[in-house]
């Protein structure tokens, strides 16, 4: 195998290792398998290239066209012409692909679905990555450099996942790193010749050649690689201020599969707005068997996590939906429950990603892409599914808990209570202090849970208020208990901050209340029937909702001294007729301010990021901007060493000559110091480079070997040819490279004073491009 191939192979490794940091990030990953044929396609058309050979530019330029051409015959070949050529459709068609992409990466974390959009993303991003390390190792022989791009890979893997993406996936990346530079050290040693290892170390005499091992240099190379690695590994271990960092395994990220997850959302600023609205339209109708659907709430999504800036829900797998939920978590036998069937017909100005239910669902019957969430017994639209125009039926349970039976309710699992009592520690201790307070007299966690409820809705002088300003964090629940006027975010994230104060696990649920019973027997749910409550925890009868906003609602029957009980008639029938459907309203989009959108409630797709405050799915079309960015600015500092690496690959290839080669050897002198002066002769100035240089032996005599053949080029009427003047130039180079410092060293590759001619050539287009403006402008 050439050392070409090696190296190519090298570089599309490199990438493949670099990129399996983003394995992680979404399920399945099965599109690292197109990603792994795609760049091969596109490093075998440089291989050839290379071989032809092809000038450097047009190399890249056929990899770049081949990239894009497998682009577009996997993600739009039926937009395409030919169905290979990208045209204007299969154009529109791929950049739709992304603006999708990106909002799915908004919408749900890690690790997010398969989406088409999403697997564009990724697929393109390895393909760019894929193809500047290519072009850096390969092209133009600099695989040092080529760690930046393959960085950058990493890098955003890592910020995407949270601030980790395990060391599992370091330890690939880096290890790709040093395949890719160990097969260039191989490469350039084996320019050389035969490379010599010393004495076998089987005693045996003979040749000193290695063979059948590795290389003594290529043996020192791999040791230090994996030193190094290992160094990288162990030393954030021992210092306690490097426990985070690239390696850091991070938190927020859900274990297991399932097929993606949902990210979390904070519907504080929304649902003020929506409760805000001028005018109410609805968003949904529904019929239901219940005799009394006071307490049929229609959840949408839990908050769970209070972090003292906000509550939000937590990231969490998601999977298929099952033919039947799993029963609700802490639900006992011997607490009664019936089953209720209704028949829900969505507006088509209700846009939602989160599914409006009954809780707890038992069996939901729809059609479309819908993802379940255990935890929060959600369903979440997956890829571009929502709510828009959606026919569904859910069979939930009116679970009917007794007084008696919450107040000998048992002790939490442990797992659970660990989550859900969980306070920050910066709250304020007027919070925990105000709900012992009123809880003072109560004999249990139900007793304390009906006392605060009350203590909010009826005995604590609240008021309802849909006008205060909005507040998160701890600061807004101290200020609302001071002020005691809010709406029912305020009174839910209290009374949910305030019982796990007590050791109740609490969370708060949003969605809508039970709606408005019509004439012809359906319900009807308006935007301002948006809500928010809070649900405690009981054993034996799961999370219970409680209703502590003031003149909002309806109070559990449990939380009453006498419990009506109502029992559901036959199951209810979906219809079909006028009166089932949606009424004629005003438009999401006429009607919907921007605040409102966040929340999904309007024309548009909602996305779980639009709060940066939520904590929710990244801007991944932002962090590439940045990482683009980033990858420019470390660019411009290698201009230098690019451009210098260039013009010596032309100057010692085979159409150099001698005055080529010979300014080759200047501009070598002048980057480690020695200014060129072209008054002298060549022999002259060769007696000048030998001297201030420090140069003895071959590379003296190389340096009076290339100045005698350019004073025969210049001067014979027929010159001879020389042979073996670019090795003389690399002999000259290297014997400066060990005469000098390291400063100079650094100096010489980094920033070359010998680019100074770079300048000096743009200067010289300028003035001429200037000189000839006058005549052009005549002609014109």
Known sequence: MSGLTRLTLAAWAASLMAAGALLPLVKPATWIFTAAFLLALQSGTGMLCRRVPLARPLTVGAQLLVGVLALTVVFAREQALLGFLPGPLAVQHVAELFRLGAEDVGTYAIPAPDT??????????????????????????????????????????????????????????????????????????????????????????????????????????????????????????????????????????????????????????????????????????????????????????????????????????????????PWPDGLAQSVRTAEVTSNFVASEGYDQKWLPMPFPAARVDIEGRWRFEPAGRMLVGDDKQTTKGVRYQVTSLDVQPTAEQLAEAGPAPDALLREYTKVPGSLPADVKSTALEVTKDAANDYERAVRLQDWFSEDGGFRYDVDVTSGTGTEAISRFLKDKKGFCIHFSFSMAAMARTLGIPARVAVGFMPGTSQSDGSVSVGIRDAHAWPELYFEGAGWTRFEPTPSRGFTPAYTRQTSPTTGPTGPAQPSDAASAQPSAAPSASESCPPEMRRLGECGQPATAADDASSGGGTDFLKVAAWTLAGLLVLALPLTPLFWRTRVRARRLGPSGGPLTVWREIGDTAWDYGLEPDDARTPRRTAERIVRAGELTGAAAESVHRVAGAVEEALYAPSPRPVAGLAEDAARVRTAFHANATRGVRLRALLAPRSAARLHWSASTKWTTLKSRTPGLRGTL
Do not use: H
């Not at 993303?121 to 850096?136: K, S």
């Not at 004495?199 to 050649?209: K, Y």
């Not at 590994?233 to 426990?243: A, D, R």
């Open 116 to 325: 088409e959009g999403i697997r564009l993303m990724l697929v393109a991003g390895v393909l760019a990555i894929g193809l500047l390390v290519d072009v850096l190792a390969v092209t133009f022989r600099r695989a040092a450099p080529a760690g930046l791009p393959l960085l950058a890979l990493y890098s955003v893997a890592a910020g995407l996942s949270g601030g980790g993406a395990g060391r599992l996936w370091f330890v690939l990346a880096a290890a790709g790193y040093l395949l890719l530079l160990l097969a260039e050290g191989r490469d350039r040693l084996s320019a050389w010749g035969r490379v010599f290892g010393g004495a076998q170390r089987s005693g045996r005499s003979g040749s000193l050649v290695g063979t059948g091992t590795s290389f003594a240099p290529v043996r020192t190379g791999r040791r230090i690689g994996a030193v190094a690695m290992g160094t990288a590994l162990v030393v954030p271990l021992v210092l306690p201020g490097f426990s985070g960092g690239l390696l850091g395994t991070g938190g927020g990220g859900a274990a297991g599969g399932g097929g993606g997850t949902i990210a979390a959302v904070n519907p504080l600023v929304s649902l003020q707005d929506n409760l805000r609205q001028p005018e109410d339209f609805e968003v949904l109708r529904y019929r239901t068997n219940a005799l009394d659907n006071s307490d049929l709430y229609l959840r949408l999504v839990a908050l769970d996590q209070f972090d003292g800036t906000s509550w939000k829900s937590s990231v969490r797998p998601i999977e298929a939906v099952p033919k039947s939920l």
